[in-house]
Structure formats: C-alpha cells, structure tokens
C-alpha cells in the first residue's frame, strides 16, 4: 500500500549552484549526502515536512541522471512514493497494468527501491521505495 510521498527528485547539472539555491529556499543545509554508485549518482537530501527533496549530481556520464540531463535538462526527474512492501505493491501494480524499470534494489538513504515506467504513469517517473530492514 502506497503510505506517503517519500521525495522528490530533482536533476542537477550543477550541485554547487542548486545546493545554494535550496539552501536558501528552504532555509536549511542538506542532512545527508551518499552516493549510490549502482545509480552513478550522488544524492544530497533536504528534509521538508514529512517529505524529502533529494537533488541529484551524476557522477558517471553513463548514469541516467547523466542522460536525463541531456534529455530534458535540469529539473524534476522523480516522484518518490513510500509504500509498506515494496514486493507486494510492485505486483499489484504491475497486474494493474504499470510497467516497472528493472528489479527491485538497494538505494540511497537505507531503502529498497524500484522504478515505474513514465509511459504507464502519465509521464511522471515514479519510484517505490521502503525502508531496508537488516
């Protein structure tokens, strides 16, 4: 069952100049940055509310925050939603005809996560994610 909105993501080509930008918006520094080096991606979370905006710096031009970039540019990439079970959500949405992008996997900030195809989800990337248990 889908709990919340986690985060949003966001693509950027320049971290240094997005961080001050956020910095200032939000009135806060980021709580955490960690990279997912599956992803080539370093992340760098704010936390806002109940939810999180996480920018995104590609570390490898191969990465798909690389490609995104280069695509469509700086701006929103994701909309992460929180769910209880991540295994039994990804299979009810997947009967219901949604189209996931690869394999459930470890992500950043201690989750499991898994990707819906835009093109089952109005053109929105939508990303699952739960917490990892040990």
């Known amino acids: ?21 956020f910095d200032k918006l939000l009135d806060c520094s980021t709580y955490k940055t960690e990279k997912v080096a599956s992803e080539g991606v370093k992340t760098h979370f704010y936390k806002v509310g109940d939810c999180k905006i996480e920018l995104l710096e590609a570390t490898s031009e191969k990465s798909p925050i690389s490609k995104f970039l280069s695509k469509k540019g700086e701006g929103m990439h994701h909309l992460a939603l929180y769910v209880d079970n991540i295994y039994n959500e990804l299979g009810r949405l997947n009967s219901l005809g949604f189209e996931a992008i690869g394999e459930v996997k470890k992500g950043a900030d201690n989750k499991l996560i898994c990707f819906l ?18």
């Open 1 to 21: 069952m889908i709990k919340k909105i986690e985060h949003i993501g966001i693509a950027t080509k320049n971290i240094h100049e997005s961080l001050s930008v």
């Open 117 to 134: 195809h835009p093109k089952t989800t109005s053109g929105v990337l939508i990303e699952l994610c739960q917490e990892q248990f040990e």
